[in-house]
C-alpha cells in the first residue's frame, strides 16, 4: 500500500495545482483560527482547481455543529478532520470519510483506535516533531497519519522510523507562514516516495 501523502493549508487554486503537480494525494483546507484559514468559499474555488481522485479535506478544532455543516455544504470535503472527541457533536453524513486527530500523550491505551486517524503533537499548526518511536507504537494500531513539523529534510527519517499511513504536511512547504513553495512541496514529496520504496 502506497503512502498517503497530505499538504495541508491551501489557500488558492496555485496552491492546489502545485500540490498536485508535486505528487499530493490529499489536499487540506483549514477553517480554523490560522495563518492558513480560508472560507468555505474560498476553499471551495481553490480545490475546484484538483483532478478527481484528490482528497478534499476540511480541517476543523472543535467546530460547533453549525459551521461544520456551512463547510459541507459549500466546501464539500471528501474527508472531515477535526479531534477525536468533536466528532459527537457533528452530523458528519455517511459520504464524508472522518480522520480523528490524537494528539501526542492523550491516545487512547485499552480501546481500538479508529480505522484511520491522524497523530500530531498538543498543539495543532507549530511546526513541532512527535516523539518518534511513541508515535511507531500508535501507527502499529490503524492507518495513521503522522503529522508534525516534517519536512523534505526529516521526512524520510520519520517514515522510516514510524511507518505511517500516511504524512501531513503544511509549514514545512512554505516559503512564510502561510505562503506555500511549489519547489518544497516536490521536495517533500519526493523524499517521502523515496523512503517508502524501502518500507
Known sequence: MSLLIKICGLRSADDVMAAVDA????IGFVFAESKRR???TQAAVAASAAPAGILRVAVMLHPSNDEWTGVLESFRPDVLQTDHDDFAALDVPAGVDRWPVFREGAVPVAEPLPRTFLYEGATSGRGRTVDWERAAGVASRGRMLLAGGLDKHNVAEAVLAVR???VDVSSGVESAPGVKDPARMREFVMAARAAEQHL
Open 23 to 26: 505528487g499530493a494525494d490529499a
Open 164 to 166: 505511517p499511513f500516511g
Open 38 to 40: 480560508v472560507t468555505p
